[in-house]
């Protein structure tokens, strides 16, 4: 397989097993599904318990940029090196909800 289609299902594992702990979080049932091991199903439920929703919202959508650029950039190493660069540091961002308010105050003062 090429190194490129590996590139691309790393992305793409990441994006299932975020749909999967964002579902079980929202519907916790779901964790009982008889095809997912033991161990797996631990894990996401743990997962599902500890992250808000709005991180996983977050990486979802990173993770689809991410499947999107690998896809279709010419050097797929350095798309998938700036994704995980990306998905690394997003957690030094502050949320949309602490930007929204300082953005507003900042244009009254303009």
């Known amino acids: 397989m090429p190194m490129e289609q590996t590139r691309l299902q790393y992305f793409g594992i990441l994006a299932e097993i ?3 702990v964002s579902v079980v979080k929202i ?9 997912i091991s033991t161990d797996e199903r631990q894990r ?5 318990e500890a992250l808000p929703m709005r991180a996983l919202t977050r990486l979802w959508q990173m993770l689809l940029k991410a499947l999107e650029e690998v896809a279709t950039a010419p050097n797929t190493m350095m798309a998938a090196e ?8 997003v957690a030094d961002l502050p949320s949309p909800r602490r930007v929204s308010p300082k953005t507003a105050k900042q244009k009254t003062r303009l």
């Open 18 to 20: 975020t749909h999967w």
């Open 27 to 35: 519907t916790p049932e779901t964790a009982e599904d008889p095809t």
């Open 44 to 48: 996401g439920q743990k997962m599902a």
């Open 82 to 89: 700036m994704a995980v660069i990306r998905l690394t540091h």
